[in-house]
């Protein structure tokens, strides 16, 4: 089973919870057909992130954290890394964080996978996966 995640903290160790969340709207030429999830990083690794990525889909940031869409479900049998953040329904905590990339496409995700496994990298996390189920 997988854990819930961890609470968010501002780089300054202040709960992200006493912020209000906020959701992450797509550009209207971008359209959702999977969903809309996003997960975060603490801005201090949001370069590094996006440096190792083959491809990038929707990339929002504020002074705190960066934010990458993904689709809806992402988070599925993955524990992402501490300090990355998932956030269901793009709902994120934050000061209004501003759309720095987009891919030129027009599928605003992410390859979760890439971006779940370079995390655990950057973080220095094994990744870990859940238990696949046994075969009937």
């Given at each position: 089973?997988?854990?819930?995640?961890?609470?968010?903290?501002?780089?300054?160790?202040?709960?992200?919870?006493?912020?209000?969340?906020?959701?992450?709207?797509?550009?209207?030429?971008?359209v959702?057909?999977?969903?809309?999830?996003?997960?975060?990083?603490?801005?201090?690794?949001?370069?590094?992130?996006?440096a190792?990525?083959?491809?990038?889909?929707?990339?929002?940031?504020?002074?705190?954290?960066?934010?990458?869409?993904?689709?809806t479900?992402?988070?599925?049998?993955?524990?992402?890394?501490?300090?990355?953040?998932?956030?269901?329904?793009?709902?994120?905590p934050?000061?209004?964080?501003?759309?720095?990339?987009?891919?030129?496409?027009?599928?605003?995700?992410?390859?979760?996978?890439?971006?779940?496994?370079?995390?655990?990298?950057?973080?220095?996390?094994?990744p870990r996966w859940?238990?696949?189920?046994?075969?009937?």
């Amino acid at each position: 089973m997988l854990r819930p995640p961890a609470p968010l903290l501002t780089p300054g160790g202040r709960p992200e919870a006493e912020r209000p969340l906020i959701r992450l709207e797509l550009p209207p030429s971008f359209v959702p057909t999977l969903g809309c999830d996003a997960v975060g990083v603490p801005a201090r690794h949001g370069l590094g992130l996006l440096a190792r990525l083959p491809r990038s889909g929707c990339v929002y940031a504020d002074a705190d954290w960066w934010w990458w869409i993904v689709p809806t479900g992402s988070d599925e049998e993955l524990t992402w890394p501490l300090p990355a953040h998932y956030a269901p329904g793009a709902r994120v905590p934050g000061d209004s964080p501003q759309l720095i990339g987009r891919p030129e496409d027009g599928s605003p995700y992410t390859p979760p996978i890439p971006l779940y496994l370079n995390a655990c990298q950057l973080t220095g996390v094994a990744p870990r996966w859940a238990a696949a189920a046994a075969p009937g």
